[in-house]
Structures are given as C-alpha cells and as structure tokens.
C-alpha cells in the first residue's frame, strides 16, 4: 500500500481524489487533509496568506499521523504567487515540517508537461487576468512556455467548484490553438477527474488538470509507477526522475 498525503484549501473539488484513487487501484490511497483557506478569494494578498508556513504545518501532523510517504500542497494559485524560488522555499518548508518529501501543484505542472515531453502549452484559467500571468510567469521560469493564455476572471474557489464539464470543455476548447502541445487547467477548485479523458479526445492531445498532475506528482515523490489510462496520458507513460 502507498499513501500520500493531500493539503488542500477548503471545499470546492476534493472529491477528485476519491475518484481518482479508485481509478488507481487497491494499493495507492490519498488521504485529503483540509486546510483553512481564510478569505476565499483570487486575489495575491489572501492566495499568499492561504498558502502561509503557519496554514500549512497545521494540517501536517494529521498527514504524518496517516502514514503518508509523502504530501503536496494540493493548491495551485497559493503555490505559483510566490513566484519560482517562493515556492521552492514553501515546499522546503513543508518538508522539513512533515519529515517527507514535498512538493505543491504549481511544481506538479512544470514535472508533468517534462514528463509528456511538451514544452508549448495553452493555459486555460479561472483566475482573474493578474493571477494568470502569474502562472505563466512560473512556468516559463520553469522552462515550459504559455503560447495562449485565457483568464475567466472567476474570484471564489466556490464558484468554480461549480463548473460541470460543459464548462470545463469550453474553457479548454477557447484556449487551445495549434502552436500548443498540450492544454492546462491550473485551479484545484475546478473538477477534472472524470472528464480528462473526454477532454484529450475532444482537443486531440494531452490535457494536464490541477488535481490530476497533483497526484501524478505525489506517486513520483513515493517513487510509484501507476498506469491508469483513465487518468490521462500523463498516466499511460513510464515516470521518469525529474530534477527541479
């Protein structure tokens, strides 16, 4: 059995991971450790007290307590509003706290799109226009280049816990074009586990979704190998060691 721990913020699309740890098989369990998420906002001074040392060491000792091999701060905006080395020293500071190896959603993305081996990729955000090129920003920092970006404006993590996948498709379909590789979704708020598969047939290439590539990441820091072609492709290839 490999259990990995889960720090997510609040309530909006948590139930991804029951979803996907079922696509995963018997031997992989995700346990989800809810964080205060404070003022439910889209906005850089509430996403970077979200993502605060203090906000996440108060989920770690359940994590530990749960057996985890190891945790990933499961909120993309919270991580990526640090900038590159911000968020390396968040996740250092979640690894020392829980005595694991760490990582956080925004990293997630950049090791996933290394792993399919994309480097041009169309982001399709919920976030306001500020918070989007945000994300940009790290993942051009992390060597992978936003040939479209597309912000929904969407303030609430709530509101896009809303979003059925007529939403979702529509986002996907308005931000991709073909100088991109594949097509990322960056908001854990967003519900993606039942629909990557019909979204990659629909656009004809790989799809990389919060909550997807956050557990992809967890298996890589637990050193599994999982095939799960329900998943996506991101989850028919063999995991390769990435270096940040």
Known sequence: MT?????????????????????????????????????????????????????LTAGVEQLRMSGAEAVVWACTSGSFVYGWEGA??????????????????????????????????????????????LFADFLRAGGVEPVTVRASGIITAAEVGTWGYDEVLALARAVDGPDAEAVLLPDTALHTAAHIPDLEKELGKP????????????????????????LGALFTREPIVQAD
């Open 207 to 230: 799809v990389l979704t919060a909550n997807q590539v956050t557990v992809w990441e967890a298996l890589r820091l637990a050193d599994r190998k999982v095939n799960a072609p329900d």
């Open 88 to 133: 390396h020293d968040q996740i250092r500071a979640l690894a020392r706290s829980a005595g694991l190896p760490a990582s956080s959603t925004s990293f997630a993305f950049v090791h996933a799109a290394k792993e399919l081996g994309v480097r041009r990729v169309a982001v399709g955000a919920t976030y306001p226009d500020d918070v989007a090129n």
């Open 3 to 55: 259990a990995l721990g889960f720090l997510y913020p609040g309530h909006s699309a948590e139930d991804d991971y029951p979803r996907m740890e079922q696509l995963l098989g018997s031997d992989v369990r995700l346990d989800v450790v809810h964080t205060d998420i404070g003022e439910d906002a889209h906005r850089v001074d509430a996403l970077l007290k979200m993502g605060s040392p203090e906000r």
